[in-house]
């Protein structure tokens, strides 16, 4: 594995709460990318969305390479949330372990963003998705983040309450808050 790189895996919610607030989600991950930028180990960003299905932004791109356009949230509706999740893990999961293992990162840092409302996944549970995610945790040492509104999505998927930022709807920069905690115990796990 090389020990200066890791994989910063986002699978974004498309939903329209995003969407009201697109400036303030948009300055707040794009902050978190440059604040991430600056750490000593190297990282590589792959990207997915998810909204009436699965959208690929960037795959294993590095970070020094990332950018933003208004289109990262191009489509809303009723979201696939554990289908769109289940399918990013699997496709990494596969993609790393046809990498040579000197070439691998060493750490794998996984963040979802979701409102999880109107979850419309029709191939897999929230079992099977709580089921994968202690599968990576515990076997291949990933790290899941969670970024909601829906504190319940924690407990089903089986994040720890310490790895869920919560987003309040009445603050004015909801989403720049929860990025800016995302940012710091992504940064902590990142140089520990």
Same mark, same amino acid.
């Given at each position: 594995? +090389?020990?200066?790189?890791h994989e910063l895996v ?8 995003? +969407? ?8 707040? &991950?794009? +902050? ?28 294993? $791109?590095?970070?020094?390479?990332? #950018? &933003? ?22 496709? %990494?999961?596969? #993609? ?7 070439? #691998?990162?060493?750490?794998?840092? %996984? ?11 029709? +191939? ?7 089921? $994968? ?5 515990? %076997?291949?040492?990933? $790290?899941?983040?969670? %970024? ?18 919560i987003i309040h709807r ?19 796990? #990142?140089?520990?």
């Amino acid at each position: 594995m +090389k020990e200066n790189l890791h994989e910063l895996v986002f699978i974004l919610d498309q939903s329209a709460s995003i +969407k009201e607030n697109y400036d303030d989600a948009l300055s707040g &991950f794009k +902050k978190l990318i440059a604040e991430q930028k600056k750490l000593a180990c190297s990282a590589n960003v792959t990207i997915n969305a998810f909204g009436k299905g699965i959208i690929p932004i960037m795959e294993n $791109k590095p970070i020094e390479k990332v #950018r &933003f356009n208004k289109n990262l949230f191009p489509d809303s509706g009723v979201c696939p949330m554990i289908d769109s999740v289940m399918k990013t893990i699997d496709d %990494v999961g596969e #993609r790393l372990s046809s990498t040579p293992e000197d070439e #691998r990162p060493s750490k794998v840092i %996984v963040t979802i963003v979701t409102f999880g409302r109107d979850n419309a996944s029709k +191939k897999h549970t929230y079992d099977q998705l709580a089921e $994968k995610i202690q599968l990576q945790s515990g %076997v291949y040492k990933w $790290k899941f983040y969670l %970024v909601t509104d829906f504190s319940i999505n924690m407990e089903k998927l089986g994040i720890n309450e310490d790895d869920t930022m919560i987003i309040h709807r009445d603050d004015k920069e909801t989403f720049k808050a929860a990025y800016a905690e995302l940012n710091e115990k992504m940064t902590a796990h #990142r140089t520990k």
